[in-house]
């Protein structure tokens, strides 16, 4: 069991910068492979990238490619999002999620974290 609380959401302006934590526990940290998704109103959920567990490397989605990134620190069992130039369609609840390295499918996610940004 993997529980994972994620943090740093809130009202930006367009333009402006939020950093999405989440914190885990229960499971090894660095053999978890941790994803960020994100649900618009009335959209489904949309994946946004994913940090690999010891390694670090990362894959971020082509709709936020340049605008976020995704980090960790395993010593602190945490992931981040940078997320910088928000738009209003950034707008949603962003969630973490983890997997073991070799699964395909996210096993784990948090509550989820709300991001409004207005225009």
């Known amino acids: 069991q993997v529980i994972l609380v994620e943090s740093g959401g809130g009202l930006v302006q367009a333009g402006g910068s939020l950093r999405l934590s989440c914190a885990a526990s229960?499971?090894?940290?660095?053999?978890?492979?941790m994803g960020w998704f994100r649900q618009a109103p009335g959209k489904e959920r949309e994946f946004v990238g994913f940090i690999t567990g010891s390694s670090g490397n990362t894959y971020i989605s082509n709709s936020v490619k340049g605008r976020f990134t995704i980090s960790r620190d395993n010593a602190k069992n945490t992931v981040w999002l940078q997320m910088d130039g928000l738009k209003p369609e950034d707008t949603g609840v962003y969630y973490c999620a983890a997997r073991g390295s070799t699964a395909s499918l996210y096993e784990f996610w948090g509550q989820g974290t709300q991001v409004t940004v207005s225009s």
């Open positions: 229960g499971r090894t940290f660095s053999a978890l492979t």
